[in-house]
C-alpha cells in the first residue's frame, strides 16, 4: 500500500506568482485613476504639474502656489530636498481608461522587477561572498565557540542585545534590507545556544519590523511624510518614542517565551521536523569538541568584516550612500579578508563565487517581489484605492478615525511597499482629513508609518520570503509564530492612536 503523500507548503516562488497572478486581477477589477502630480524642478525653480494623460505644465515655485492648489506644506520643504518625490495634488482624482495586466505582464513583470532591483541583488551577493570566504577560514565557528562559551546560561541576552540595537537602526534611519547580511552570522550562534531558526529570524526581523513600524527618526519614512503632511517631525515624536518602547518590550517577552520553551524541548519549535537539515546547513563545519582557535588571522578578519558595519550605517544615515556604494564597501572589505584568508588565489575566488551562488534564491526572490508592484503600477490602481480609503474616514469620530486609518494605510501599504512613495502619495491626501475631525496631523503620520509597518510583518511584496529562503523556514511556519504577536502589536497600536487623540 503506498504511503499518501504529505502535502507541503509552496515554495516562497510560488507563493509570490499566486499573489502576482492576484494583484493582476485586482487590474481588471479595481477602476484605474490618478491623481494629478506636483514636484519641484531645483534647476528650473519651479513647480512641474502632470496630469492624468500626461500633459506636464511650469507653474512659479511658491507658497501661494501650493495653498492655491490646497498642499498644506511649506515652500522650504520642497527647496530644501526634504520632499523629492511626486506628490498627489488633493482633489484632482480622476477615472482613466482601464490598464488591465493580461498574461504578458504577468510573465514580463519577473523579468522588470529583477531589472529594477539589481543594486539591492549586487548588494546580496556580495555578501554571500563574504560569508563564504569567513567560513572557509574558520573565523566564525571559532567565534560561535568562544560566544558560546561566554553566553552560557544567559543566551537570551544575546537575543536582547540584537534585537534592540536592530531596532534602534530601524526607528532612526529604516535599517531593514541590510540586515539580511546578518542571517548567515547569527544563525549559527542561535542554533549553538539551542534555539531554533525562527527565534533568529524574530531578533533580526521583528528588530527591524519594530523600529521602523514605530519609527522616530527615520527619514525614509516619518520626516518624509511629517514633511507632506505640512507638519514638523518633532511634533509627536515624545509619544512615538514612548509606543517604541513598549513595543519593544512586548515583543521581547513574546520571543523570550517561545524561545525559553524550543531551548527545554526542541519538539515544541514550529519547525521541528526541519531542525535536522537547518542545523547541517548552518552548523555542518561546527565541532564543539573540536575547538578552532580565536587566533589574531580570525579576530583581524571578524573585526574588520564588523566594522564596515557602522560604517554604512553611517553612509545610509547621512543620506549620500545606497546600495551601489554599500556594496563597493563590502567588495572592498572582500578583497581584504581574500588576502588576510591565507587561501591560494584559485581557492580564495572560487570560495567567494560559491559563497554567492548559495544566496541566487534569495536576490531572485526579491526581484519577483517587485514584479507584484511592477504590476498594480502597471495597472494604475494605487491612486484608486487612495481615493476610495480617504473617502471611507471622512467625518468619523476621532478614535474611530485613528483606528480605521492605521488599519487602511495597513492596505496601502501591500501595494505602495515604498516607505517614502507612500508618504509624498497620500499624506497630502490624508493629513488634511486630521483637521475635519480636530485632531493633530501627527496622528495621521503615526497611523501611516504604524499600518505600513504592521503588514511588513506578514506582506510577500517586502522582505519576509527573502528572509525566510536564507534561513529555510516556510512561509507557513512563519505564521505560525508571527500571527499571535501581529495581533497583540495591532491592538497595541490601535489603543495608542486612540490615546494619541485625546493628547
Known sequence: MNKKKKLEFPTAFTVLFIVLILAAALTYIVPAGLYSKLVYDSEMDVFVIEDQEGNTTTVSATQKTLDNLNIKMDISKFKDGSIRKPIAIPDTYQRIPQSPQGIVSIIMAPVQGIMDTVDIMVFVLILGGIIGLINKTGTFDAAIAALSRRTQGKEFFLVIIIFSLIALGGTTFGLAEETIALYPILMPIFIASGYDAIVCIAAIYMGSSIGTMFSTTNPFSVVIASNAAGISFNEGLTFRIISLILAMIITLIYIYYYAKKTQKDRRNSLIYEEMDKIEEKFLKDYDPDNVIPFDWRRILIL????????????????????????????????????????????????????????????????GVARAINIVMDNGMISDTLLFYTSSIIKNMNTGIFAAVQMLLFSILGFFVPSSSGLATLSMPIMAPLADTVGISRAVVVSAYNWGQGWMAFITPTGLILATLEMVDVTYDKWLKFILPLMGIIGVFSIVMLVIHTIL
Open 303 to 366: 573585526i574588520i568584516f564588523l566594522v564596515a558595519f557602522p560604517i554604512m550605517i553611517w553612509g545610509v544615515s547621512t543620506g549620500t550612500w545606497w546600495f551601489p556604494e554599500m556594496s563597493a564597501l563590502f567588495l572592498a572589505v572582500a578583497i581584504i579578508i581574500i588576502f588576510l584568508s591565507g587561501l591560494s588565489e584559485k581557492e580564495a575566488v572560487n570560495t567567494f563565487l560559491d559563497g554567492a551562488a548559495d544566496l541566487i534564491s534569495v536576490v531572485l526572490i526579491i
